[in-house]
């Protein structure tokens, strides 16, 4: 009798649960919503005058010069060829469209994951609620927590690094859903690589690092006399054109390239190694550069919590968790791709520079936590049950918005009460750039 008295209050309990993941659901697509909404106060910088005036004189010849010399890094910069094209033609800045765009490809990457699962195995709602949840979250929280800049509001950086960020995480929603089982799932993944190496540098340390572990994957399972994959040989290809776009880089940039800071790290490994590893343990701890008590504190806080979050998502939603080697994989591929973000900074430059490569470490720092989660999910009570994961998993949500909502809302409102003027002293910047003045 009290067994199915208990049995019937946890059913009542049903519809809270699910209004609750509802409401992390909500809160996550709002402050999406909310960021998307500030694409229209982007502003151009030093890049974007310089880069587009020059297509405007020079025309293709500017364009080879920079792809070859500069930047070898062909996808982000035929966007950004096209952007210049839009700009001179239209006379307009035309800031808002294009980084628009660029936001609907990232905001879109759940949808074409949800498309290809219902296809190969439907899904019912309720677990599709929870892996939304999941997913969402996952690009929600590639905005909370960290400082935002030009990565997601320039629009030359945008094209190289925000595409990159498309790339790695369609190809990361690929790997974990389990869809590079099919060819469908392989040629989705292949491509996102082969986009984010051909974006920038990041992406192709990511390409060339997953690419080669992979293979070492593949060779060893053929060593073990173990049954191998040989779809693997499918990231061979965006590892290639990864490599391709680093020896450019350095081949044309090792000898123009010169020290922002007077310190010891510039051109010397052994120390840039050192500094880099310290950088990313510091930048997992806290937000910025300095380290405090109370900042290490949230931080670990809120990426607990986003642990938690991510892993009873999963278990709620229902879906098989990759083997822990394919898992393993994707989490040294991440943790590589971020450290070598660092030591590159200190090595060319002697120190941290462009604030868009600190931003990008910190969505691979999210995805890193996710990673882990799913990770986690191979060591679990065999007693647990589904309805205890969607409970765990939406608090845990709940709690994660909390901590984070509160610290961007402040910036937030004041973004959109001072709109107006943003666009105001962007047309004036456009204005004075095409003045006959040399000074803006």
């Known amino acids: 009798m009290t067994a199915s008295k208990y049995a019937g209050v946890w059913q009542s309990l049903c519809p809270l649960r699910m209004l609750l993941c509802g409401i992390a659901l909500a809160i996550v697509l709002g402050m999406l919503g909310l960021h998307f909404g500030l694409v229209g106060i982007g502003q151009w910088s030093f890049d974007e005058f310089s880069v587009i005036s020059s297509y405007r004189d020079q025309g293709l010849s500017a364009f080879a010069s920079r792809l070859w010399r500069w930047s070898p890094r062909p996808i982000s910069e035929i966007l950004i060829w096209i952007y210049g094209c839009l700009v001179n033609w239209t006379h307009r800045p035309l800031v808002g469209l294009f980084l628009g765009l660029l936001w609907l490809t990232l905001l879109s990457l759940p949808l074409i994951s949800f498309v290809q699962i219902q296809k190969q195995s439907p899904t019912n709602p309720r677990s599709l609620l929870f892996l939304a949840l999941f997913s969402f979250g996952l690009i929600a929280f590639f905005l909370l927590g960290h400082n935002l800049g030009s990565l997601f509001y320039s629009p030359v950086i945008s094209a ?5 960020l498309s790339g790695i995480t369609l190809c990361f929603f690929q790997i974990v859903f389990d869809l590079t089982e099919r060819n469908e799932g392989r040629v989705i993944a292949s491509l996102a690589l082969i986009t984010a190496g051909a974006s920038s540098e990041t992406g ?3 390409a060339i690092i997953f690419g080669l572990l992979s293979l070492n994957r593949l ?7 173990c049954s191998c994959e040989r779809h693997v040989l499918w990231f061979c290809v965006p590892g290639l054109v ?6 450019l880089l350095i081949l044309n ?18 120390t840039s190694l050192r500094a880099g590893a310290a950088q990313l343990i510091q930048e997992f701890l806290t937000i910025g550069n300095r380290l405090s008590t109370r900042g290490i504190f949230f931080t670990l806080l809120l990426k607990a919590c986003l642990f938690i979050g991510f892993r009873y998502c999963w278990l709620a939603g229902g879906v098989s968790v990759l083997p822990k080697q394919r898992l393993a994989l994707l989490i040294l591929a991440i943790i590589g791709t971020a450290y070598i973000s660092a030591v590159a900074s200190y090595y060319g430059y002697g120190g941290l520079t462009n604030g868009w490569h600190q931003e990008m470490r910190q969505c691979l720092i999210i995805m890193l936590v996710a ?5 986690s999910c191979h060591y679990q009570d065999s007693n647990l049950s589904k309805k205890k994961c969607e409970w765990i998993a939406s608090v845990a949500f709940c709690i994660a918005m909390g901590l984070a909502v509160p610290e961007r809302w402040r910036g937030l409102v004041f973004d959109y009460r001072n709109y107006s003027a943003c666009v105001e002293s962007r047309i004036e910047s456009w204005n004075s750039g095409l003045s006959d003045s040399k000074s803006m």
Do not use: D
């Not at 190289?160 to 990159?164: D, G, K």
């Not at 940039?253 to 052994?270: M, S």
């Open 160 to 164: 190289a690094y925000l595409t990159t």
């Open 204 to 206: 192709a340390v990511f």
């Open 219 to 225: 060779f060893g399972g053929r060593m073990c006399g």
């Open 242 to 247: 990864g490599t391709a776009v680093i020896c």
């Open 253 to 270: 940039r090792q000898n123009t390239q010169e020290a922002l800071f007077p310190t010891r790290e510039y051109h010397n490994i052994v």
């Open 371 to 375: 990673s882990i989660a799913l990770f």
